[in-house]
């Protein structure tokens, strides 16, 4: 009796972690740490980053600040709106809005806080 239960509950124990690996789910990994002698580039950094992170809820529904492509980068640099500050990189808001305390905070690693600052100090470039 003692040996059915254990052979049960390993194949239990085993078809629940074979369910459970088989979900998708969409899977964002951060780049290293951004070297700052390099460019950040929009479309191979910044636009995965939304892809992965923002576009669920900022894709031109209800929230404002459509971040999907083509025309995110349009729109973050929409001159009647204080996204980029490229005078002021730390003050932008699509940066203070990711940094610990921001409103979006949760979504943001430290790695995507540090290249979105260093693509703006960079000049914000569609590159």
């Known amino acids: 009796?003692?040996?059915?239960?254990?052979?049960?509950?390993?194949?239990?124990?085993?078809?629940?972690?074979?369910?459970?690996?088989?979900c998708e789910k969409k899977y964002y990994v951060a780049p290293p740490p951004p070297d700052p002698t390099v460019p950040v580039s929009y479309e191979m950094?910044?636009?995965?980053?939304?892809?992965?992170?923002?576009?669920?809820?900022?894709?031109g529904g209800g929230v404002p600040l459509d971040l999907t492509s083509p025309g995110s980068y349009e729109n973050l640099l929409d001159p009647s709106k204080d996204?980029?500050?490229?005078?002021?990189?730390?003050?932008s808001s699509l940066y203070t809005k990711i940094?610990?305390?921001?409103?979006?905070?949760?979504?943001?690693?430290?790695v995507d806080r540090d290249m979105t600052l260093l693509w703006?100090?960079?000049g914000a470039k569609d590159n």
């Open 83 to 91: 996204y980029i500050d490229i005078d002021t990189p730390e003050n």
């Open 1 to 22: 009796m003692k040996k059915t239960l254990k052979l049960l509950t390993i194949s239990g124990i085993a078809c629940m972690m074979a369910f459970l690996t088989s």
């Open 120 to 122: 703006i100090e960079q």
């Open 99 to 110: 940094i610990p305390g921001g409103s979006m905070e949760s979504f943001a690693t430290q």
């Open 45 to 59: 950094d910044m636009q995965p980053f939304f892809d992965a992170k923002c576009i669920d809820c900022h894709n």
